[in-house]
């Protein structure tokens, strides 16, 4: 007599295409200061991502490493500052795409120079600040934002959590001795 298995349901994943696209004006820069560029930043953000509910969904995000004069642009364009800032989140607009495309969550853009000036004035590498932008960048995409006090703790938490799993210091810290 032979029996039958049913296959256990298998549990709902973190599905994600993550695009890194370095910017070639900025390549050199970028590579230099950390390696592995792209692994490295796939990892932070899927790290962030375990921050949206388990899907079986295909979602994709893509993370730009640009420089100061193309964020400075988007900065000017999209949100009326002329000037460079580390990082820009663009969450994608409604779900109107074709069947079976990917979820696109959205585009996170970071800026080498300004990236490279906060890291030095803080002492601290630029992988580490690099790593933590891009979690801040995907935790934007997944609707996070630190306009009130709460929910900036709230978020702060969240990064600081992501960043102990790569063995970086809770990047808060100098800012809460201030207050």
């Not at 890194?20 to 390549?27: H, L, M, R």
């Not at 989140?89 to 120079?113: E, K, N, Q, T, W």
């Not at 002492?123 to 690099?130: A, T």
Request: glycine share 6%; proline share 7%.
């Amino acid at each position: 007599m032979s029996t039958v298995r049913r296959a256990k349901p298998r549990p709902a994943r973190y599905v994600c295409r993550i695009d890194v696209i370095v910017d070639p004006s900025n390549a050199a820069a970028w590579n230099r200061a950390v390696r592995p560029l792209e692994a490295q930043v796939r990892k932070a953000a899927r790290a962030a991502l375990k921050q949206m509910k388990p899907s079986r969904e295909r979602r994709q995000l893509t993370v730009r490493l640009s420089g100061d004069r193309d964020v400075r642009r988007l900065n000017h364009d999209f949100r009326g500052k002329d000037k460079p800032t580390n990082v820009l989140s663009f969450p994608a607009g409604d779900d109107l795409r074709p069947h079976g495309a990917p979820l696109m969550l959205g585009d996170i853009v970071i800026a080498y120079g300004t990236v490279a000036r906060e890291a030095a004035a803080q002492g601290k590498p630029i992988r580490d600040h690099l790593l933590h932008l891009v979690a801040h960048g995907v935790l934007h995409l997944l609707g996070h934002d630190h306009q009130r006090p709460a929910e900036a703790a709230r978020m702060e938490r969240i990064e600081t959590e992501i960043l102990a799993g790569f063995g970086i210091s809770d990047p808060y810290v100098i800012e809460r001795r201030r207050a």
